[in-house]
């Protein structure tokens, strides 16, 4: 068994109570072909942050990986049949912006293909797919912030 030691998540990174009644959504399984092509795509490309990259058994992997000042990370999974889903077909996870431009700017500089901005009634959309097909969106809401 071999096991990759987690990388230590930044100090922005929410970490919500959970409080009586709470149903905080915190890890979104998302079905890819290639884990280290992904893992790369995420980090690299998008600043994700590794948070966990291991094998806890022959044929299992687990890697977390968590967006900037979120408190809901990602995990792409082999060997677990509870989270077996056909490749590429996770569909418009939205990542919150404060400046969808300078977001979109970013991950332009960063090689994803990201389409340009949208306006939908004062909600701003830009949609990028990862490497297998799963697509995104970043928003931005301007009365947020």
């Given at each position: ?68 000042g979120s408190a809901c990370s990602i995990t792409l ?69």
């Amino acid at each position: 068994m071999t096991e990759t030691q987690p990388v230590q998540a930044p100090v922005e990174t929410p970490t919500l109570p959970v409080l009586p009644g709470a149903l905080l959504l915190e890890l979104v399984p998302v079905p890819v072909a290639d884990i280290d092509r992904a893992r790369d795509f995420y980090a690299e490309r998008l600043g994700f942050t590794v948070d966990v990259d291991v094998r806890p058994a022959e044929g299992v992997r687990v890697v977390q990986l968590t967006p900037p000042g979120s408190a809901c990370s990602i995990t792409l999974t082999e060997g677990i049949a509870s989270l077996d889903m056909p490749v590429g077909t996770l569909r418009g996870l939205h990542l919150v912006v404060s400046d969808i431009e300078a977001a979109r700017a970013t991950l332009v500089e960063r090689g994803v293909d990201v389409a340009p901005v949208e306006d939908l009634g004062g909600v701003y959309y830009a949609h990028f797919a990862d490497p297998d097909g799963n697509t995104w969106t970043l928003q931005h809401m301007p009365w947020r912030g």
